[in-house]
């Protein structure tokens, strides 16, 4: 990786990858893309930065032109609850962004990193310890447009020698950018409730189990991915990639430690606990530990401080 374009970069995982890469790459080789114009001051001042429509391949094409890009990071996406209640946007969004970022990468020669998503899994998916290479029959739009990315990007590699690569990210837990729209969401917003004194009304039932991961360590692992060696690889599209698992009772007594009077009541959402109820439990990544050494550093208790101290600074 040298010049390299991240599309989606206001997102929640874009407006920490960017940094990330400008602080390992320098910050004239990462450029800051995104629909939403001008982006945000940091994302702005500390780098290149221009608005890239997903949908329209030529605006792709002229800015890896234009910065020599020689790797995309395309992180466009409805987050699952939101395609679920408007369908055709989640996959307009989600298959217009990814099969315009393949084309280009095809004619460019770029590498392409479009993640994928325990969503990509549904209920006829062995729940426990997910297999890396299992039935995968999602029932919601964007499950279906996650499987289809996998499948296009690993096409893209035989067929035209596209360096496509990604991993399957799960719910993820971020003290910067908030998530939108996602199924995981409440793991994010329970610790805002938390350090803002307020209860927490949890939309998914208590023994709704799911992967999750901190956000420093779903960076690397976009990071570190993209810069193994491609012999190593036998998998590429896409990788399973856990830290914990926990359902909102674990979560909750953890955070209960920092803040005893912490209360928290449920109120289920019955989109996202349909949705929630087809994921698994915990996936087996095995293969992305072995084939590039995936190795996450966060766990439920250094997360939990973590996010507890960073949201104090912040809030
Ligand atoms: C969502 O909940 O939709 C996302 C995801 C797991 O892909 N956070």
Redesign the pocket.
């Known amino acids: 990786m040298k010049n390299v374009l991240v599309i989606g970069a206001s997102g929640?995982i874009g407006s920490e990858l960017v940094l990330a890469l400008r602080n390992k790459l320098g910050s004239n080789h990462v450029v800051a893309a995104d629909i939403r114009f001008p982006l945000d001051k940091e994302l702005a001042e500390g780098g290149p930065s221009c608005k890239i429509d997903a949908t329209q391949a030529q605006e792709i094409a002229d800015a890896v032109k234009k910065y020599h890009i020689d790797t995309i990071y395309n992180l466009v996406?409805i987050?699952?609850?939101?395609?679920e209640a408007n369908p055709m946007l989640g996959w307009n969004i989600g298959m217009g962004s990814v099969l315009n970022c393949l084309e280009v990468a095809r004619e460019f020669k770029t590498a392409l990193s479009t993640?994928s998503?325990?969503?990509a899994f549904g209920p006829d998916t062995p729940p426990d310890n997910t297999p890396q290479d299992t039935i995968q029959r999602p029932k919601t739009i964007?499950g279906v447009s996650?499987v289809a990315g996998e499948l296009l990007s690993d096409y893209y590699f035989k067929r035209f020698g596209v360096d496509t690569r990604s991993v399957r990210?799960?719910?993820?837990i971020s003290n910067k950018t908030l998530?939108g729209?996602?199924?995981?969401?409440y793991a994010v917003e329970i610790y805002y409730a938390a350090v803002k004194g307020e209860k927490f009304i949890c939309p998914l039932q208590k023994g709704t189990f799911?992967?999750m991961m901190y956000m420093p360590d779903a960076i690397d692992a976009a990071i570190d991915l993209m810069e193994v060696d491609p012999a190593r690889l036998i998998h590429r599209n896409s990788f399973n990639v856990t830290a914990m698992s926990f359902d909102p009772e674990i979560i909750y007594n953890e955070i209960k430690k920092h803040y005893p009077n912490f209360v928290m009541e449920y109120d289920i959402n019955p989109l996202?606990q349909s949705?929630a109820n087809t994921?698994p439990n915990s996936m087996d990544d095995t293969c992305a530990r072995q084939e590039w050494g995936w190795n996450p550093k966060y766990n439920l208790t250094s997360m939990t401080e973590d996010m507890i101290k960073e949201l104090k600074k912040k809030l």
């Open positions: 929640q996406a987050l699952s609850a939101t395609a993640p998503s325990i969503g964007y996650k990210y799960p719910g993820l998530p729209g996602g199924t995981t969401d799911m992967d996202k949705i994921w």
